[in-house]
Nanobody
């Protein structure tokens, strides 16, 4: 079991940066692949980025490649999402998610552990 708490969201202007953090509680964190998802109003929840349990592999949806970076610190039990060059279309609630596997999953149904979400709003 892994409990997740996100932080770092907010209101920014286009072109700005934000860093989201997800603090995990539970012994399973270091053996869990982690993902960041987002959900905009009226849209389905989509994966933004994922990272393997040891951090050696990452995945990014095409729309954020080159702008977002996912990383993790297994000593601090924390996963991060650095978001640069933010665009209005990045506006959404961002969720941290974990799955008991070393491999990244790309669909929400593959992740049993979820945080409460943090709002990111990018104004034009």
């Amino acid at each position: 079991q892994v409990q997740l708490v996100e932080s770092g969201g907010g209101l920014v202007q286009a072109g700005d940066s934000l860093r989201l953090s997800c603090a995990a509680r539970g012994r399973a964190f270091s053996s869990s692949a982690m993902g960041w998802f987002r959900q905009a109003p009226g849209k389905e929840r989509e994966i933004v980025a994922g990272i393997t349990s040891r951090g050696g592999g990452t995945y990014y949806v095409d729309s954020v490649k080159g702008r977002f970076t996912i990383s993790r610190d297994n000593v601090k039990n924390t996963v991060y999402l650095q978001m640069n060059s933010l665009k209005p279309e990045d506006t959404a609630v961002y969720y941290c998610a974990g799955r008991p596997s070393t491999i990244v999953g790309v669909t929400a149904s593959e992740y049993p552990y979820w945080g409460q979400g943090t709002q990111v709003t990018v104004s034009s």
